[in-house]
């Protein structure tokens, strides 16, 4: 079972952390992710983490979101500054071959 946490309502060029809880078993030895899911649109994949620490960004969040892992306590972190009103969104962390899903927590950035 995975669950997140951190969102809530934010001005434009404000941050945001989530966190992410999950089982030893989801985590250790997998690639896990953050995705987000905004109204009217796909889920997609917006960082990933190995377990080693290498990390992958989508275009549009390159340079403005930091995702980390913390294996010993099953936990991963999403930072995110500079937010954009087009970063509203639920967001969700699963592995990077998506298992069951959490209940995502909402960011929502206003003008």
């Known amino acids: 079972q995975l669950v997140e946490s951190g969102g809530g309502l934010v001005q434009a060029g404000g941050s945001l952390t989530l966190a992410c809880a999950g089982s030893?078993?989801?985590?250790?030895?997998?690639?896990m992710g953050w995705y987000r899911q905004a109204p009217g649109k796909q889920r997609e994949r917006v960082a990933t983490?190995?377990?080693?620490?290498?990390?992958w960004y989508e275009d549009s969040v390159k340079g403005r979101f930091t995702i980390s892992r913390t294996d010993a306590e099953n936990t991963m972190y999403l930072r995110m500054n500079s937010l954009k009103p087009e970063d509203t969104a639920i967001y969700y962390c699963?592995?990077?071959?998506?298992?069951?899903w959490g209940q995502g927590t909402q960011v929502t950035v206003s003008q």
């Open positions: 030893r078993s989801i985590f250790r030895l997998n690639v």
């Open positions: 699963n592995k990077y071959r998506p298992g069951t």
């Open positions: 983490i190995t377990p080693v620490g290498s990390t």
